[in-house]
């Protein structure tokens, strides 16, 4: 069976408990004036050297790349975007917990009111950062659409670098598992173990990857949201704890059981029909 993500597929969210728990990793510090990663494009087409209009910022999605708080950059967890519609209205993951707000565009002005988020219990690391991004991303910031890049900046001159996120399909992308959940606890994959589990959706409807130390194959049956996977083989290796535990639980998502699927731009998610049992995977760069 083609293996395909239509567009209604990539709108398509489960619960916003589950969402907020999407794609955590822990997140890690530059200096100052370290280059941000990325280099989608944020602005429609012109000179890329030269300042475009705030107004490009509605409309899209954009990934939240770093953020530099009294001159220290922190790297963002994936999964911490936003999105600003044009009535006004701003909505997003700061990594892990999902916020929504009323937004004004004003020039080159951005005022962003006070507005609600969801209250997940998160890693130490992704709720450090999750703080100081609400705490920069609210009042009036100064939106800069330069260089393919957006920055938002504070009156104190702190600032939160975006760019724009691509939606990738199902089929041909290299997901690299980031988070495991149970029931409505979430946690990134164990130390050490990161990259460790990756899935791969063959346009046949075969599925082939590596689930934390040992490579699989299986197969899958898409209908709608679900996905049904087929008995799962693996090679034999034995390897070291955490990589065996990340490999258990990923296996206990893909091992003959039906899944609930939704893509959210280039996050994965996979939601055994109980509910009980979920992994969030990430696009890896790349694809897309």
């Known amino acids: ?65 770093a953020l530099t708080v009294d001159g220290r950059r922190t790297k963002a967890p994936a999964g911490a975007h936003l999105e600003i519609d044009t009535k006004g209205r701003a909505g997003g993951s700061y990594g892990c917990n999902r916020f929504t707000a009323q937004v004004r565009l004003d020039g080159d002005t951005l005022t962003v009111e006070q507005g609600m988020t969801t209250a997940m219990g998160c890693e130490p690391a992704v709720q450090r950062f999750e703080s100081l991004l609400a705490d920069a991303f609210k009042g ?36 690299r598992v980031t988070t495991l959940v149970t029931g409505t606890t979430a946690s990134s994959v164990p130390s050490g173990t990161e990259g460790g589990a990756r899935i791969t959706f063959g346009r046949d409807g075969t599925v082939h990857g590596t689930l934390g130390c040992n490579t699989f194959r299986t197969t899958a ?21 955490p990589d065996m535990r990340l490999e258990h639980a990923v296996r206990e998502v893909l091992d003959g059981t039906s899944t609930t699927f939704a893509i959210d731009q280039r996050t994965l998610t996979l939601t055994t029909q109980g509910g009980d049992k979920g992994i969030g995977a990430s696009a890896a760069e790349g694809n897309g």
């Open 221 to 241: 049956e898409v209908s709608g949201s679900t996905i049904t996977f087929g008995p799962l083989t693996a090679t034999r290796k034995t390897c070291p704890d």
């Open 1 to 65: 069976m083609q293996l395909s993500t239509q567009p209604s597929t990539r709108r398509r969210h489960l619960a916003v408990g589950l969402l907020a728990l999407l794609a955590l990793t822990a997140c890690g510090t530059e200096s100052a004036d370290g280059t941000g990663a990325g280099s989608s494009r944020a602005a429609p087409a012109g000179d890329s050297g030269s300042a475009q209009p705030a107004e490009s910022l509605t409309g899209m999605r954009w990934n939240v790349d």
């Open 140 to 175: 009036r910031l100064t939106v800069t659409v330069k260089d393919k890049a957006v920055t938002l900046t504070t009156a104190k001159g702190d600032t939160i670098t975006l760019t724009a996120s691509r939606p990738v399909p199902l089929a041909g992308t290299d997901w």
